[in-house]
């Protein structure tokens, strides 16, 4: 296995466009987090999946934001209408039952 | 994040401990976590600690925690350059119980 993994590793968009990323998590982890990150601060959590079931979405998850994980495994964050204050480093987690959670390279985007 | 608190920075000598501190407010946390994050990558679980313990050692690794004062510590013996990087204490909430909250990050540094 691998690890979790986030493509593309980096984005560089235009004002306005809509832009997608994708995560694989470790294979047989239900559960899957996107959080993310700024310049010098921690990472700020997203959203949570259990299978395929959105469970939990923080409120900096504007309407702008939409994640999915259609078939309870890979999970994809899409971006519409981005703006230069969604450039940040977006990271993906996943994990089994227990209290350990494993991250992604993430995708850091610069949106222009 | 702001319920989790570290000092930025750090700096220490090969060969010598680090110690990185964290505090928070909110005691309900089941388990306290470290996570390092090197230049441009994602986090890297070190280790966790279940929120009834008091210490867990871990290798070079050692987690104290002190519930009363609600504060969190890292202890890394013989301190080698390699351990540079920023490390993020973080606390598990949610409402499922499984998102973090990050503190900002201490930024050690290892003086050869």
């Known amino acids: 296995d691998t690890g979790v993994s986030q493509n593309p590793r980096h984005k560089i968009t235009k004002r306005g466009q809509n832009v997608t990323f994708r995560c694989d998590p470790i294979?047989?982890?239900?559960?899957l987090y996107w959080y993310r990150q700024t310049l010098g601060q921690g990472p700020e959590f997203l959203t949570y999946f259990q299978n395929e079931a959105q469970l939990e979405k923080s409120r900096l998850l504007s309407d702008r934001f939409s994640a999915e994980r259609p078939k309870g495994s890979f999970s994809t964050l899409e971006i519409q209408r981005t703006e230069q204050g969604d450039s940040a480093m977006y990271l993906c987690?996943?994990?089994?039952?227990?209290?350990?959670?494993?991250f992604g390279p993430g995708t850091r985007l610069t949106v222009t | 994040g702001e319920d989790v608190e570290q000092s930025l920075f750090l700096s220490v000598r090969e060969g010598d401990s680090s110690v990185i501190n964290c505090t928070y407010t909110d005691s309900s946390s089941t388990y306290l976590y470290w996570y390092k994050q090197e230049p441009g990558a994602g986090l890297q679980l070190l280790t966790y600690?279940?929120?009834?313990?008091d210490m867990k050692q871990d290798q070079r690794l050692t987690v104290l925690l002190n519930k009363k004062d609600k504060h969190l510590s890292l202890r890394i013996a013989d301190t080698q350059t390699g351990d540079s990087a920023i490390y993020f204490c973080?606390?598990?909430?949610?409402?499922?119980?499984?998102?973090?909250?990050f503190g900002p990050g201490t930024r050690l540094s290892v003086l050869p």
């Open positions: 987690a996943s994990s089994l039952a227990g209290p350990e959670q494993y």
């Open positions: 600690i279940f929120s009834n313990m």
């Open positions: 294979s047989e982890h239900n559960r």
């Open positions: 973080a606390r598990l909430i949610g409402n499922y119980g499984q998102n973090f909250v």
